[in-house]
């Protein structure tokens, strides 16, 4: 049975409306107060200032849980293997950039380099080694990121990599793009893919929280000594069967 959520009514009481402006604020605090504790960490080791985002991430989502009622449910997390790897993830709100790294050992993600420039939160993203790419630079960015995240894979993170390239609306799928599975299959490390429906309680840049428990799922691992194409239709075919059994609406 497809879990039910509010969001898919699409009615916004006064009461969730306040409690998304109550996160933002305390979301907007925490983000004043945690970054410069990072900035001032610059110069220890990456685990320093890891440890001090961590502590943030965790604080939002507890956020997340007390003021929006928003929680999750976590079915695999026995699938994730002892061994760091890259994480190919469905991408549908900032839900996920939290969650995977609550749940997964120190991780990096690939993302777009303007997310840098941001206000306090991007210069404190750029001191969390983040592989950082122009998209309208195709070629270069496959290679900052062959060459970025195998160095980040030999210091033992793990990195995160959305195939789909932005936020897709829960109902409809982006074109997966190859380049997480050209990354594994040169470096030969496992590949765990991620499904979940966040996008219809935390839709792509809306300041509504809906209320309810987000479906996360944690797939088989890839074995990536086989063909970059198996590797990928492997990942695309697990995530999007799953999106197919926890979407509850068509579209936002």
């Known amino acids: 049975m ?3 959520n509010i969001y898919s009514s699409r009615k916004a009481s006064l009461s969730i409306i306040i409690r998304s402006g109550i996160f933002y604020f305390c979301q907007t605090i925490s983000v004043l107060t945690f970054a410069p504790i990072v900035f001032s960490l610059y110069r220890s080791p990456f685990e320093s200032r890891y440890r001090w985002a961590l502590k943030w991430v965790r ?3 507890w956020f997340l849980e007390h003021i929006c ?19 190919i993830s469905k991408h549908q709100s900032a839900w996920e950039t939290l969650s995977i790294q609550a749940i997964f050992p120190p991780l990096v993600f690939l993302l777009k380099k303007e997310l840098l420039s941001v206000p306090v939160w991007g210069w404190a993203l ?3 080694e983040p592989i950082a790419i122009d998209r309208g630079a195709k070629t270069a960015a496959l290679k900052k990121l062959l060459r970025d995240g195998e160095d980040r894979l030999k210091k033992g993170l793990w990195v995160v990599i959305f195939p789909e390239g932005t936020r897709v609306p829960p109902g409809q799928k982006g074109q997966y793009n190859a380049s997480g599975a050209i990354l594994a299959h040169r470096v030969g490390c496992p590949v765990v893919p991620i499904a979940h429906n966040a996008g219809e309680f935390w839709a792509r840049q809306a300041f509504l929280k809906y209320p309810g428990v987000i479906q996360m799922r944690i797939g088989p691992v890839i074995d990536s000594h086989q063909s970059v194409a198996d590797i ?3 990942a695309e075919d697990w995530i999007e069967g799953q999106m197919a059994e926890i979407t509850t609406i068509s579209n936002v």
């Open 2 to 4: 497809k879990p039910s």
């Open 59 to 61: 604080l939002n989502m």
């Open 69 to 87: 009622g928003l929680t999750y449910e976590l079915q695999g997390v026995e699938n994730i293997p002892p061994t760091n790897g890259i994480i």
């Open 126 to 128: 750029s001191l969390m």
């Open 232 to 234: 990928m239709q492997q």
